[in-house]
């Protein structure tokens, strides 16, 4: 039986996941700390951060539409002084 060591990457907005493969270890601190490597993300894969807010990993889609919504309220915040 065959098997991958990796890690699954998932979208924290609508669950669509993807696989990393493990591609093996780095040294850090010469040699004291090892740190696993994986493969890439897949482009338009996103982390969101906002304090206080969100902490996200976001799959290409999701993370247009958290564009699309963030500039959504910027210009909305933007055109609230413009009646003044």
Known sequence: MAETEGKLLTCDLCG???FLKYVGDSEADGGFTRVRRYEDRPDGWQTWHATDVIHSTLCPSCN???QDALLAC???IKGEG???
């Open 74 to 76: 910027i210009n909305g």
């Open 64 to 66: 247009e539409r958290m």
């Open 82 to 84: 413009e009646d003044d």
């Open 16 to 18: 669509k996941t993807v």
